[in-house]
């Protein structure tokens, strides 16, 4: 069994400022983790994914997220937020080895003020 | 251009109809995916398919169905039997291995 916690269903940030928005998950084998982010009406677009080959892991538009096993936690962030980060963002987890279906997070949305 | 394309992108159902929503894909993709989005719930699996003329329940396939003739397509129909249908639904391929799950750009289904 596998399950993601995401906390906080909305976070406000101030333009320039780190974007922290975190994600625990657990899982009975090793994780493939993942970050989504959806803007309004859209789908779901790869931010970045965790596949074991490092636990810093760098994705699209200057977003990262670190893998912390000790923790259970794969947090997102971004060190400086700009407006187009305005969106809802999902952490996912599916267990290696054979089908594993995909457990996804109920979402953070993030506000960026200006 | 390659893609996970679903259509309409709106769709209205009346009381005891049925509606198919159409979702097809360009990227060779084995595996495909139904998920449901409603707020502050995530998405949930309605159901997948890990190969032609084969498919699979998820988590909440009560009222819909679906089916996999061609690798390319992958249409769901919310059937009367589903009695609160309005959501906006997501369709999805890939996903093997440690690969990320390509999303199309949804449909939003509404009662009328």
């Known amino acids: ?114 | 251009d390659g893609g996970i394309t679903q259509s309409p992108k709106y769709l209205f159902r009346k009381e005891g109809q049925n509606v198919t929503l159409s979702c097809e894909q360009n990227l060779n993709h084995d595996a495909m995916y139904w998920y449901r989005q409603d707020p502050g719930q995530g998405l949930r699996l309605i159901y997948y398919s890990q190969i032609v003329n084969d498919f699979q329940k998820g988590d909440i396939a009560e009222g819909y169905s679906v089916s996999r003739e061609k690798k390319e397509s992958f249409p769901l129909t919310v059937t009367s039997a589903q009695k609160n249908p309005t959501a906006f639904y997501l369709c999805a391929g890939g996903g093997a291995g440690n690969q990320p799950q390509h999303f199309g750009d949804g449909t939003r289904l509404s009662i009328l």
């Open chain 1, 1 to 114: 069994a596998q399950s993601v916690t995401q906390l906080g269903s909305h976070v406000s940030v101030s333009e320039g400022a780190l974007v922290l928005l975190r994600c625990n998950y657990s899982s009975s084998v090793p994780p493939y983790l993942f970050w989504y982010v959806q803007y309004p009406n859209q789908g779901l677009q790869l931010l970045l994914k965790y596949t074991s080959a490092a636990t810093l892991v760098k994705g699209i538009n200057d977003f990262e997220a670190e893998f912390k096993k000790s923790e259970t936690s794969f947090h997102l962030t971004k060190p400086s937020a700009h407006m187009s980060d305005a969106a809802e963002y999902f952490c996912a987890v599916r267990g290696s080895g054979g089908y594993q279906k995909v457990t996804f997070g109920t979402g953070t949305k993030l506000q960026v003020i200006p």
